[in-house]
């Protein structure tokens, strides 16, 4: 089975501070894809990749960046971040095409102050 | 915006055959219908998928309507670690744009 972590698990900052999260996954997939789940909006996409180098914007990609820098390492980037990325953050990632099985990170809880 | 439509919630007694309908109107010929699950403060967990054809594993049993434009899962015999929200997600097109779009899902609640 695909193994997907994230780190840290936990974040705390304050507005205007910088984060990067962090996700790794070891099945060698070519699809990284980077989520977040808030009351009420169900699980949104933020940014995603086929591939080293590769990004591709989602449905909610402002005040965020994100880099992929290896097959296995996907990073999200939170430049100035504001309050309002207070959020539950969900890594995933999939085989050749996007519409293999998804596997998902255990998630990463976001809080800005 | 989601292109399905599903329950906001339901409920289910354990031992009970629990059906989960999803619409997906709109829905285009390569799209594929999949189904995730979520339990809180975890991250989904794919159930099953199917393109055309009625589907079945080891969790469920996936029933497509002829026409594509609905859908339901159909969980046997539900114990209480199937209370989960449940996700009907329909497969954008393949290639460098494809991604899947997660709606809010139906909340199903087991009771003993």
């Known amino acids: 089975e695909a193994a997907v972590t994230q780190s840290p698990r936990n974040k705390v900052t304050v507005t205007g501070g910088n984060v990067t999260l962090s996700c790794r996954q070891t099945n060698s997939h070519n699809y990284m894809y980077w989520y977040r789940q808030d009351t009420g909006h169900g699980l949104r996409l933020i940014h995603y990749?086929?591939?080293?180098?590769?990004?591709q914007i989602g449905d909610v990609p402002d005040g965020y960046k994100a880099t992929r820098t290896t097959q296995e390492d996907f990073f999200l980037l939170l430049e100035l971040a504001s309050p309002s990325q207070t959020s539950l953050y969900f890594c995933?990632?999939?085989?050749?095409?996007?519409?293999?099985?998804?596997?998902f990170g255990p998630g990463t809880r976001l809080l800005v102050l | 915006d989601a292109k399905t439509t599903q329950p906001d919630s339901m409920e289910s007694t354990e031992g009970e055959t629990v059906h989960l309908p999803c619409s997906h109107a709109?829905?285009?010929?390569?799209?594929?219908i999949y189904w995730y699950r979520q339990v809180p403060l975890q991250g989904p967990e794919y159930v099953t998928h199917?393109?055309?054809q009625n589907t079945t594993n080891s969790m469920a049993f996936l029933a497509i309507a002829s026409d594509r434009k609905s859908s339901t899962l159909i969980l046997p015999h539900v114990s209480l670690r199937d209370a989960a929200v449940y996700h009907c997600i329909l497969g954008d097109s393949g290639g460098s744009n494809a991604k899947l779009t997660f709606g809010k899902g139906t909340k199903l609640s087991v009771k003993s």
């Open positions: 990749s086929y591939g080293a180098g590769n990004l």
């Open positions: 709109t829905i285009s010929g390569n799209e594929y």
């Open positions: 199917g393109l055309q």
């Open positions: 995933a990632s999939s085989g050749d095409w996007v519409q293999d099985t998804q596997y």
